[in-house]
Each structure stands twice: as C-alpha cells, then as structure tokens.
C-alpha cells in the first residue's frame, strides 16, 4: 500500500470519527448549532474529550417564576413540557381539563439551546418567557398556580432534573415538537420514556 493509501486512510478515520462524535453531540447533548459538525471535522478524534466534558454540563435554571412554597393539597404533582408547538399546546390543554381539581402543584418548563451568544441568548429568553407566561395565562381556575421555569441545556435532561427537584409524579410532553428552536420535543418524548422513573403522558389523551 502506498504512502498515499495511508495518508488517505488517516483522513477518512480522522473524519468518521470527528462528525461522528458531533453527530452524537449535537442530537444528544442539546446542541443544536450545526458548526458542531465542522468542528468536529476539524479536531477529529481530538474532540471526543471534549464532547465528553461538554456532555457532562447539567442543565442551567435561567429564570423560574411563579414557585409556590408548597403543594396545595394531596393531588398530583404534575411537570409539563411546553415549546410553543401544537402538540405541546394541545398535550398541557388535555392535561389542565383532565387533572383540573386533582393537581396539587404544576409546572411548566421550557429549554433553550446552550449554543448561543449572549443576544441570542437573551433573545430565545425573552420569547420564551413571553411563550412559557402565555401558556400559563390558558390555564382554569381549577388547578394551582404554576411554577414557570425556562432552562439551557439538553431537553430531556432539563426536564428529569426539574421533575426531581420537584418530585413530580407525572410528566407531561406533545409528541412532536416544532417551537422554540425545534429542541424541546419529538425525539425527548422517546429519551424521556426511557430514562424516567417517573409516570409520562405523551400528547393529547384519547378522545380528548
């Protein structure tokens, strides 16, 4: 085999392993920026420590709202997950009929990229808020008063640690998300069903 056979060998492997270490990275860790892949490309197997490093960061808490000091009754304790999409929408509205004066806390979270710049990211806090609060305002008099919580980092982890602090007992996402950044559902629904200890409704409930 000719030295250049190897030279080309090295670069294949050096690539495979690079972009597929950012492909990893970028669909589970929450990253959605897709300069992931040329960095990857670039750094090759120098960037899986530091995927690694970079996939051990927890979930950042960037703003809550709203925390009642305790439950109010002995009800369910029930987490929702909320992106702006239709199927989160039509999930919290199914989810606020049902348990309407059988919830004793609620809260509704919200996850933003990890990936952007400071405008950016005070940009996507911003809407959030406005989303996340708006949401909250659809809510009947018959359940609590909400906790609101907008978080940075991966979705699914975001919301297992929320749901710990918390200790709810039922997580609540839609199926399919398309809201803020495309990040917050769909594939989380899968990870949270494999990962959570915890009861999940995924979307609308039957005949609701």
Known sequence: MSEWWYVALVAVLWLAIGLGTAAVFVTRGGHRNLLWYLVGALLGPLFVPIAVERGRARPQLVDVRHRPSEPVGTGLRVLVGVDGSTHSDRALRAIARTLTGSTSELVLVTVTSPDLSDAE???????????????????????????????TGHP?????????DRDVDLLVVGRHGHGIGDRLLGGVAEGLTQRSTRAVLLGSLPGR
Do not use: F, K
């Open 121 to 151: 990211s005070r940009r996507e806090h911003e809407r959030a808020r406005r989303m996340v609060d708006e949401r909250a305002g659809w809510l009947p008099e018959g359940l609590p008063r909400p906790t609101t919580a907008i978080l």
């Open 156 to 164: 699914v982890d975001a919301l297992l640690t929320v749901a710990d």
